[in-house]
């Protein structure tokens, strides 16, 4: 990816998109290159984490959606999983405040139940403090699956169907919505996966329907601002037709 131009200048402020979503991959591979343990490509990516929040918000970006863990990252070595749980508490311990002075919501996408009760506090009351801000909707991704969020709504529905809260004939695309970790939130309408894998990996399957894809070919601790700006450079240059002509 050519990223020496200067991206930023050649943005149309008046089209930009609302929902940003990054599958955050290759911090291993990016740490390997470099004769590194898998770890510090973690701790280096999280770096990038906050650059990236910190542009969204300067450029006017509604959502952001950043892909944290998967339900199927739990497989990894547990030594990788304790240090990724260790990254975000630390995450959040150091980087709360400015995340709330900057009107940054934080709202998590994915299932808390299953991590320890420490990190849970941690997140409830960083997603707590910043409820009420409005600039930017900062989606952490923990524990998430596509496909489990789909079962959950599926859950829930059948639960207000029981209730008599809904009926059936309620039910449709929009409403269905309403159940998803993203509740009433726009579609993304940019996904990006870092690393040079062209997979979505059980990621906001959806809400992707007519997202446009970005596969970059640099791992995710290599991704800075000018690469998120030539992302939306490059999505203004495209043609969003929606089944239409
Ligand atoms: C992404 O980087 C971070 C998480 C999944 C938590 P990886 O750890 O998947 O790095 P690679 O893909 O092995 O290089
Ligand atoms: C996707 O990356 C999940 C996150 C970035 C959190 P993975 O590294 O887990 O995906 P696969 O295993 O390569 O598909
Ligand atoms: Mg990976």
């Not at 900062?138 to 169907?161: H, S």
């Not at 940019?190 to 399957?205: D, P």
């Amino acid at each position: 990816m050519n990223v020496k131009n200067n991206y930023l200048d050649k943005i149309n402020f008046d089209n930009l998109p609302k929902h940003i979503a990054i599958i955050m991959d290759g911090n291993g591979r990016w740490a390997e290159k470099r004769f590194l343990p898998r770890t510090s490509g973690h701790k280096e990516g999280v770096k990038r984490v906050m650059d990236t929040v910190e542009e969204c918000g300067n450029l006017g970006i509604k959502y952001l959606t950043l892909y944290a863990f998967s339900t199927e990252n739990w497989s990894r070595p547990k030594k990788e999983i304790d240090y990724l749980m260790k990254l975000l508490v630390k995450f959040i311990k150091n980087k709360l405040e400015e995340i709330h002075k900057n009107n940054v919501k934080l709202n998590i996408l994915g299932d808390l139940n299953r991590f320890d009760k420490n990190i849970i506090k941690e997140v409830e009351y960083a997603v707590e403090l910043t409820k009420n801000n409005s600039k930017l909707i900062l989606n952490i991704a923990l524990n998430y699956g596509g496909r489990d969020e789909i079962v959950r709504a599926t859950k829930r529905i059948c639960n207000d169907i029981i209730n008599n809260n809904i009926s059936i004939e309620e039910i449709n695309e929009e409403y269905f919505k309403r159940y998803l970790y993203t509740e009433n939130q726009s579609d993304p309408d940019i996904v990006i996966r870092t690393s040079g894998e062209k997979r979505l990996s059980n990621f906001l399957n959806y809400q992707i329907a007519y997202s446009e894809f970005f596969f970059l070919d640099i791992n995710w601790p290599d991704f800075h601002k000018n690469s998120l700006h030539k992302v939306i450079f490059d999505y203004q240059q495209r043609n969003r037709r929606f089944g239409n002509i």
